[in-house]
């Protein structure tokens, strides 16, 4: 590519003569990239597709500007601009060069480099230029499997990693100009809160959805993309049809327990080609696989897992109908909070229980060694039976752990009982997402 092509690109992706958009400021992690900044290390945005990650780099960027740092010491650059014809080093290193001659930066610049594993063998150029201090490099990118890969042998102990999810409830209430910010906002505000949370988990939490009418058709565009620049196209996929029918066949069945062989059983996959296309489905953020509680490794590997989306409303959208699987969005969206949660915590785990006899409880929270919470997801508890059922595997798992209280979110049940000696606290999921 010509300096003067690759100068017209980039002059569309920055700030050097124009205010371009920055979105609606997510206040959280703006809060902790700002931090990152001052520490000298590399920074990494990671997290699914249209999660957000271009924005948030807009937005650091725009703090960087108030704060009297000159556009010109600023370069964005966005790998998926179709006009980037070839991906290679190379590219890197023209870029760079056409930035510091048509730009004259005055000092080291921030280059923020999103999605960066578009770029073949982009990583020896990133640690060269961190390394020499030639530049304050921030990174996002798509798939976690190749930027852990790379970070982990290139820049060990030299960068700063940030999970970015889809919006949070209380993120996507700010979206809807429904900010809640103290108790008395969720009393004043409880029917408009309530209202908003069936739309969040019906049509998910990516943010261009959350603003647009157009919801499912948006959804099922990401859900290609994400098969097909992630998955197909990413991994050399040469089976994409059989790729495609066992995500829809993940999508209809969150928060299900699952095994690769009966998969296999149930499509025609074989278990080995399941095993490896699920691998690729976390590798993108697509799907996460919940394992079961067990001080024992090779039980816990052996036992059936739970899959989750990363947003119920793609599930909803590519899997099935929201009126008939309404608890098992629920779940889904408990399983991100607990993520989001878990990206804030190395220390935590997450897992679910069962035991010899099926009993089963959707959540167990471990931190270091201990198990600290349980947490039961159960829609409806309008049935006395329905009650008992849910709750006799909780207070055995609870006997288990010698846990003394333990959590049951609900769609609006609230109380806060005591049922053989343990605390159980009721709580609706609007309440307990804030």
């Known amino acids: 590519m010509e300096k003067n092509e690759i100068i017209a690109i980039l002059n569309d992706w920055n700030f050097w003569d124009k205010s371009l958009d920055t979105g609606i400021p997510r206040d959280f992690y703006l809060e902790k990239l700002k931090r990152f900044l001052s520490s000298g290390q590399a920074i990494v945005i990671k997290g699914p597709r249209r999660s957000g990650k271009s924005f948030l780099m807009r937005q650091v960027a725009g703090y960087l500007l108030k704060e009297k740092e000159e556009a010109k010491n600023i370069l964005m650059v966005n790998f998926e ?17 056409t930035y510091l ?41 798509s798939n976690a499997r ?22 949070s409830f209380k993120e996507f209430l700010m979206f809807k100009n429904l900010p809640v910010t103290a108790e008395m906002d969720r009393l004043s505000k409880n029917i408009e809160i309530k209202s908003f ?17 157009n919801k499912k058709e948006i959804l099922l565009n990401y859900f ?58 976390e590798s993108a953020y697509l799907f996460f696989f919940l394992k079961r509680f067990s001080f024992k490794v090779k039980e816990q590997e052996k036992s059936p897992r739970k899959v989750y989306a990363v947003d119920t409303g793609l599930a909803n959208a590519a899997g ?31 897992y679910y229980w069962k035991d010899e006899r099926h009993r089963e409880v959707d959540f167990v929270i471990k931190e ?14 309008n049935l006395p039976k329905v009650k008992e059922r849910e709750l006799k595997p909780l207070l055995k798992a609870m006997e288990e752990f010698n846990l003394s209280a333990a959590i049951v979110i609900t769609d609006d ?22």
Request: net charge neutral.
């Open 197 to 213: 949370l069936r739309e969040y988990i019906e049509t998910g939490s990516f943010p261009e959805v959350a603003l647009h009418e």
């Open 413 to 434: 049940y609230e109380s806060k009982e005591s049922v053989k000696g343990k605390d159980i606290n009721f709580i609706p999921l609007y309440k307990w997402l804030l």
């Open 81 to 97: 601009d179709p006009r980037f014809t070839e991906l290679d080093v190379n590219i890197l290193q023209k870029i760079y060069e």
């Open 146 to 167: 190749l930027l852990s890969m790379e970070l982990a042998t290139l820049l060990t102990g030299r960068h700063l990693d940030l999970m970015v999810f889809p919006l």
């Open 224 to 281: 290609d993309d994400i098969v097909t620049k992630d998955l197909i196209r990413r991994f050399k996929v040469r089976k994409s049809e059989k790729l495609k029918t066992l995500a829809k066949f993940y999508m209809a069945n969150i928060s299900t327990l699952t095994t690769f062989s009966s998969v296999e059983k149930f499509l025609g996959i074989s278990a080995d080609t399941v095993e490896k296309f699920s691998g690729y489905f």
């Open 101 to 141: 001659e048509f730009l004259s930066p005055k000092k080291t610049p921030y280059i923020f480099l999103d999605e960066i594993q578009e770029v073949e063998n982009w990583e020896k150029w990133v640690r060269s230029m961190h390394e020499l201090k030639k530049a304050n490099i921030v990174l996002s990118g």
């Open 368 to 381: 270091g060694l201990k198990v600290t919470n349980l947490i039961q997801v159960c829609w409806q508890l």
């Open 320 to 350: 099935f109908r929201f009126s008939e699987n309404i608890g098992k969005l629920a779940e889904n969206a408990v399983f991100l909070q607990l993520k989001r949660a878990q990206s804030l915590n190395s220390n935590m785990d997450i």
